[in-house]
Every structure is written in structure tokens, then in C-alpha cells.
């Protein structure tokens, strides 16, 4: 009597091999496909500001106030804090103030400022204070600020630097 079977004919084998590595690309792909960051989008009900975090910060839960949220990763090396109020005179009622002001104090804690921008009601600084990259952006009218403060670890930069895009441009007043 023959032995048959996936290990005895070879023929067989080799249809199963052969099916196996057709397969394999596709499964890679659905791994792949699934480990891409999902978005959730935070709407502050107080001010109406809106903006994206990535899935794997987590919702700290809203302030008592209501002025905004702190969301983190799992393993404490990205941090993402939101917020709104009245702005303050001479601390952020305008772009050059907020940039000034963020500067100043950045400075203060040993930070190097490596990127800033301003527009008529928006502020970007960037930089990194010891081994944590900072990124905050301010959206103002003059009489109410929303503000964001997001920072990572700087071994972190390739992860998170795509988050820091995907954020800054869905910070919305």
C-alpha cells in the first residue's frame, strides 16, 4: 500500500507550498493593513474646538471645568493636553505674544526652539526640552484661546511624528 498524504506526495506538497507563499503576501498585508493608527476625534462641548488623537493615546477624562482633556500613551512617553479659555493680555492674545511667552518658558527648563510659525490668529513652536520633543499650537480671536501641548519622547520621533501632523491639522476652533 502507497503512503499518501501532505508529507508523503509530493505532489501535493508542492500545491501546498506553492499556495502557502500566494497566500502569505496577502496575510502580510492585512497585518500590515490593521497596525495603521486609527483617529478619534475629541469635541470639546464647552468650546467647540475639535481635534484627532491617535488610537493609542488614551482619554484621561475631562477636566471639571470643562475646558479640555489630557490624553496619554500607555507607556508614558507621549502626552497630549487640549484646552480653551479667555486669553490672557500680554501672554496670548496674539501670536507673537503666545510665541514670545512659550519661548521664554521653553528657555527657562533648558528647551531648544527649532521651529516656530504665526499667522494672524494661530502659533506653532516646536523644539525639544531634554529628551522630549515639543510641539504646542494656539488658536486665538483675541478674547478666547485653544491651545494645544503635545510631547514625546524624542526616541519616539518616527512613531509619533506622523501623529503630530494628523493633530495639528485637524485642531480646529
Known sequence: ME????????????????????????????????AETVYQTYVNKRYGYVIDYPDYLLPQGEAANGDGQVFLSANDDAELRVYARACIEGWDTTASTFLARAEKEKNKVGG???YRAKGKSFA?????????????????????????HWTYAIAGKARYDDATKRIAASFKP
Open 3 to 34: 503512503a499518501r498524504g501532505l508529507f508523503f506526495d509530493g505532489q501535493l506538497m508542492n500545491q501546498t507550498i506553492r499556495k502557502f507563499f500566494l497566500l502569505l503576501p496577502l496575510c502580510l498585508l492585512s497585518v500590515a493593513v490593521s
Open 112 to 114: 531648544q526652539v527649532s
Open 124 to 148: 506653532v513652536i516646536s523644539g525639544t526640552v531634554g529628551n522630549k520633543i515639543f510641539y504646542d499650537k494656539l488658536l486665538t480671536d483675541g478674547n478666547w484661546c485653544s491651545i494645544f
